[in-house]
């Protein structure tokens, strides 16, 4: 069985370590945590293996009394691989450490993508992924835009892209970043970063995008345009998304549905752990296509989760445990849960 760490055990190493258990051939190892606080206990009452960074933050959980299973160093010695959920720019300076252990690693969004040998998403790119030592899982709504991008691309010829993208403002855990009182222009200069990173999977693409973060912390929302290279009409491009893995179609009228909060309602009355949204939503009555060759539509994507999916890919084709990317995506979906089709009226 293959043996990963998880280092940074937050918003996405939580969540990370969570998909992990799910999986039947990658088992989790452990946890890497710096404080002994409230994560911390929680994953030692699950049965969770806690690691520290060094000797100060061991003898921090050893006066409070939370129970730790030994230091970083000593873990990667014995695992095959890592996956970094800190901070963005924290994960590059533990490069070293892995390099000296020889674990593979991957990254995440937020660190800067010479971080890796390859930025990743499998529906786009899986297998350059394969073999590599350093693989990094692009941000959420990198994620989403190239969920969408690829999924098209599969069966029409996508020519250039355009999108604005709605950011939600923080995390609900993130007390020190919000609210915010605004529509901040994220960045004033466009084009913002998001399309730039998009490049970094799929650098034939012409993407522009510009971003704004408002005052919420459920998802984030964009408007795309798809422009294609043939002519399409509205029921094909419904019938390519209906058919593709990770996204799913929201009934906007049927579910009586028309915002994020209801559809963050949905996930949780559906008894989601988390609340967690692994699919990126589309919302179906948004899709339209203009004089065949113009996809226009909307989608949201719950920040918190998207990349999980993602994590568990990169480490399979890291360690060349599955060589096909769609036998990964199959195998990840289906320990999370995941549905596809239309979000209440598909398996
Ligand atoms: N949150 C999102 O919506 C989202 C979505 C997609 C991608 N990402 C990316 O995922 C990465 C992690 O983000 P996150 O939101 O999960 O962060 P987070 O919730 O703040 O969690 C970060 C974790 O890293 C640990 N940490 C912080 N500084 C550290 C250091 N210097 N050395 C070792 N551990 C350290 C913290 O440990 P302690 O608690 O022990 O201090 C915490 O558990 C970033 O690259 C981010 O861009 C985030």
């Not at 924290?90 to 070293?96: A, D, E, I, P, W």
């Not at 408007?223 to 058919?243: A, N, P, W």
């Not at 990126?280 to 999916?309: C, F, K, N």
Request: charged share 25%.
């Amino acid at each position: 069985m293959i043996k990963v760490l998880v280092k940074g055990y937050g918003t996405i190493g939580k969540r990370g370590a969570w998909a992990l258990r799910r999986q039947s051939d990658l088992t989790l190892y452990g946890v890497v945590k710096r404080r002994p606080d409230y994560s911390a206990i929680l994953a030692v009452k699950s049965g969770i293996d806690v690691y520290v960074p060094g000797e100060e933050e061991l003898r921090a959980f050893e006066e409070s009394g939370v129970r730790v299973a030994g230091l970083l160093d000593d873990a990667l010695g014995r695992v095959d691989a890592v996956v970094d959920a800190t901070p963005g720019g924290v994960g590059r300076k533990y490069k070293g450490l892995y390099v000296k252990h020889g674990v593979k690693a991957v990254f995440q969004g937020g660190e800067a993508p010479d971080v890796a040998q390859v930025s990743f998403n499998p529906l786009c790119n899986y297998s350059e992924a394969l073999g590599k030592d350093f693989i990094r899982v692009v941000s959420c709504n990198t994620t989403a835009l190239l969920r969408l991008i690829c999924s098209l691309n599969r069966y029409f010829t996508v020519d250039r892209v355009r999108a604005v993208i709605v950011r939600r403002g923080a995390d609900p855990k993130e007390v020190r970043r919000g609210p915010i009182n605004a529509i901040v222009l994220n960045p004033p200069k466009l084009p913002s970063h998001h399309g730039v990173d998009v490049k970094t999977v799929l650098p034939w693409l012409d993407i522009q995008t510009a971003a704004f973060a408002v005052p919420t912390t459920l998802m984030h929302t964009h408007f795309i345009q798809v422009f294609l290279k043939e002519g399409v009409t509205r029921e094909d491009v419904v019938r390519v998304l209906e058919g593709s893995p990770r996204i799913v179609l929201v009934g906007a009228e049927a579910l009586g549905v028309s915002s994020t909060a209801e559809l963050a309602e949905v996930i949780r009355d559906m008894g989601r752990a988390r609340g967690d949204m692994y699919e990126l939503a589309v919302w179906e009555e948004s899709v339209t296509v203009i004089d065949g060759r113009e996809v226009m539509l909307t989608q949201s994507v719950h920040q918190e989760s998207i990349v999980v999916p993602e994590n568990v890919d990169a480490l399979r084709a890291a360690l060349s445990i599955e060589k096909d990317g769609e036998r990964s995506i199959n195998i990840t979906d289906t320990a999370l849960g995941l549905v596809g089709g239309w979000l209440l009226w598909s398996s």
